[in-house]
């Protein structure tokens, strides 16, 4: 089936342009030539400096740190460009989709930021949307026009798998990603570990406080095995390292860890390169500046995935099939 376009453009914001580079370079497209300004007042000023008139405009922004709100502002202000430049079909590839921890009223008084985020998108002029491992799948139902959520989890467990470990257990860092984590387990032929934490009030009888101390426990048996925490995103690493912990506690021979959003939020890569993790796996969906690696930290690239994805909506081609000869049934 071929493209009722006759031309793909690709177009970029600053939220991870290495990774809009290797995806223009995979498909044999350049990125657009595109203005991005911030004036002295904070404005942000965009302006295509070539024609998308009736063509298939692809914009890659990722919605990183620093400056979220910027990044948020340019994805927007991009697509009204293309929108208003009578752009044929656009579709936004957002490889990390933020305030995907907002996506319901869990207390009184509190939006639901992950809604309100799909309603700017559309309403900028999105035809469609793509984006990678959301850290809530109903996020999906936010949006009232196609939606590809693709998943790099394949990527990780290839990585993995590679190894040929036979005393690995996977561990859940917690129960809310028992699920997915279970999923990844069953594509490594490995066992499951959930670490489990619980909130218990406690009454002090001397002043008539209240307090609600956490207590983490750990369902399997992890002791004498490689143990791996798998996660969709790590933001201060403070959960994952409490994790580490208790792994060390429960004699854990050695600890990896693998997540595909490197956030990376306050000091947690110092915390990190610090801690007992022999490996951390995570994919470039986020960039990491080269000054912040270390030799534990290991970025698969989702470039090839992405292109792949693009090029086949650009043809007409059925995304899905993609992934039937890469991923485990597990992981579908």
């Given at each position: 089936m071929g493209s009722r376009f006759d031309e793909m453009r690709i177009f970029a914001g600053n939220g991870n342009l290495p990774l809009a580079r290797a995806i223009s370079e995979r498909l044999g497209v350049p990125l657009?030539?595109?203005?991005?300004?911030?004036?002295?007042?904070?404005?942000?000023?965009?302006?295509?400096?070539?024609?998308?008139?009736?063509?298939?405009?692809?914009?890659?922004?990722?919605l990183s740190m620093p400056d979220l709100s910027d990044r948020i502002m340019e994805l927007l202000i991009l697509l009204d460009a293309c929108k208003r430049a009578s752009a044929g079909r656009i579709t936004a590839v957002i490889p990390y989709y933020a305030y995907g921890r907002t996506d319901k009223k869990d207390q009184p008084r509190v939006p639901i930021t992950a809604r309100l985020l799909a309603d700017m998108i559309q309403v900028a002029g999105a035809h469609q949307v793509m984006t990678i491992d959301l850290h809530a799948g109903q996020i999906q139902g936010f949006f009232s026009i196609p939606m590809d959520e693709l998943t790099a989890m394949h990527l990780l467990v290839r990585y993995f798998a590679d190894k040929g470990w036979n005393d690995l257990i996977v561990v859940s860092p917690d129960v809310g990603f028992a699920k997915r984590a279970r999923n990844f387990a069953e594509a490594l032929n490995a066992p499951l570990a959930i670490a489990e934490k619980r909130r218990l009030q406690h009454f002090d009888r001397k002043d008539g406080s209240l307090t609600v101390p956490e207590i983490l426990n750990l369902i399997g048996d992890v002791r004498g095995k490689r143990c791996l925490i798998v996660d969709d995103e790590i933001a201060t690493g403070s959960s994952i390292l409490e994790v580490v912990q208790l792994l060390e506690k429960e004699g854990a021979s050695e600890i990896y860890a693998c997540c595909v959003h490197p956030v990376f939020a306050g000091n947690a890569i110092e915390r990190l390169r610090a801690s007992p993790i022999r490996e951390l796996v995570v994919t470039d969906t986020l960039p990491v500046a080269p000054e912040r690696r270390w030799p534990g930290l290991t970025i698969l690239s989702v470039s090839t995935l992405i292109a792949e994805v693009i090029q086949r909506i650009h043809s007409g081609v059925s995304v899905d099939t993609i992934f039937q000869h890469r991923r485990h049934p597990a992981l579908s």
């Amino acid at each position: 089936m071929g493209s009722r376009f006759d031309e793909m453009r690709i177009f970029a914001g600053n939220g991870n342009l290495p990774l809009a580079r290797a995806i223009s370079e995979r498909l044999g497209v350049p990125l657009g030539d595109v203005t991005i300004v911030k004036f002295s007042n904070e404005n942000i000023f965009v302006r295509l400096n070539e024609s998308v008139r009736e063509k298939d405009v692809f914009v890659i922004q990722s919605l990183s740190m620093p400056d979220l709100s910027d990044r948020i502002m340019e994805l927007l202000i991009l697509l009204d460009a293309c929108k208003r430049a009578s752009a044929g079909r656009i579709t936004a590839v957002i490889p990390y989709y933020a305030y995907g921890r907002t996506d319901k009223k869990d207390q009184p008084r509190v939006p639901i930021t992950a809604r309100l985020l799909a309603d700017m998108i559309q309403v900028a002029g999105a035809h469609q949307v793509m984006t990678i491992d959301l850290h809530a799948g109903q996020i999906q139902g936010f949006f009232s026009i196609p939606m590809d959520e693709l998943t790099a989890m394949h990527l990780l467990v290839r990585y993995f798998a590679d190894k040929g470990w036979n005393d690995l257990i996977v561990v859940s860092p917690d129960v809310g990603f028992a699920k997915r984590a279970r999923n990844f387990a069953e594509a490594l032929n490995a066992p499951l570990a959930i670490a489990e934490k619980r909130r218990l009030q406690h009454f002090d009888r001397k002043d008539g406080s209240l307090t609600v101390p956490e207590i983490l426990n750990l369902i399997g048996d992890v002791r004498g095995k490689r143990c791996l925490i798998v996660d969709d995103e790590i933001a201060t690493g403070s959960s994952i390292l409490e994790v580490v912990q208790l792994l060390e506690k429960e004699g854990a021979s050695e600890i990896y860890a693998c997540c595909v959003h490197p956030v990376f939020a306050g000091n947690a890569i110092e915390r990190l390169r610090a801690s007992p993790i022999r490996e951390l796996v995570v994919t470039d969906t986020l960039p990491v500046a080269p000054e912040r690696r270390w030799p534990g930290l290991t970025i698969l690239s989702v470039s090839t995935l992405i292109a792949e994805v693009i090029q086949r909506i650009h043809s007409g081609v059925s995304v899905d099939t993609i992934f039937q000869h890469r991923r485990h049934p597990a992981l579908s």
